[in-house]
Each structure stands twice: as C-alpha cells, then as structure tokens.
Nanobody, 128 residues
C-alpha cells in the first residue's frame, strides 16, 4: 500500500521558517512527479511548488517564489519544502502529492487532477 505522509508543520511566527517533509512508503516514487499544495479555510487547493522525477524542472507559485524551495531525495523516497520568510498568508494545510500515472515526465503540473496520490496534510500556522 502506497502512502505519502507529511510532517514538519506547526506554529511559527511571521518571518520564521519551517521545513516540511513528505515521506513516501509502500513503493518507490522515484519516477513520479511530485508537488506541494496548500489549502486555506474556505479557499481552493492551490499548488505551491512542483518538481519532476529527476528534479530537472521545478515550478513555484508566484506567491512563494524566492521564499520556498522544493527538493527531493529519491534515494530516501522523500520530498521537502523549505519555507522561509513565512507570513500569515502562508497559513494553510499543506499536502504532498505524487503523479504515479505518468512516470519520468519531464514537465511539472500545477493541476490537482494530475496527481493520483495525496498525503493527509500537515497544518502550517503563521502568527503575526
């Protein structure tokens, strides 16, 4: 059974940093594009960053560009999101996702529908 489990969320003051991890288990995700999404209350789920299977292509939402860094370690079957200079607008549940249907895809996708596996989410709260 394949699983994605996010960790690293919590409460942080504005200007602070957090590093989220997404640990995959049950199978390898080394050939899968992956992404971080977030969803704030009463908001639609939006992409934060996406990364191809070999880290060859990376996408960032404009709202996080320059502050967040997505990375992955395929040997560890883990994806990361380093979040710096956090603001209250970053408060949301953060989800990791993987596209297991299109292995070795060379482009990222920012669409929710592109991802077939999702973690349960981890809460990030940024206080002012």
């Amino acid at each position: 059974q394949a699983h994605l489990v996010e960790s690293g969320g919590g409460l942080v003051q504005a200007g602070g940093s957090l590093r989220l991890s997404c640990a995959a288990s049950g199978r390898t995700f080394s050939s899968s594009g992956m992404a971080w999404f977030r969803q704030a209350p009463e908001k639609e789920r939006e992409v934060v960053a996406a990364i191809t299977w070999n880290s060859g292509t990376i996408y960032y939402a404009d709202s996080v560009k320059g502050r967040f860094t997505i990375s992955r370690d395929n040997a560890k079957n883990t994806m990361y999101l380093q979040m710096n200079s956090l603001t209250p607008e970053d408060t949301a549940v953060y989800y990791c996702a993987a596209d297991l249907n299109r292995p070795n895809l060379g482009v990222t996708s920012s669409r929710v529908g592109a991802y077939s596996y999702w973690g349960q989410g981890t809460q990030v709260t940024v206080s002012s």
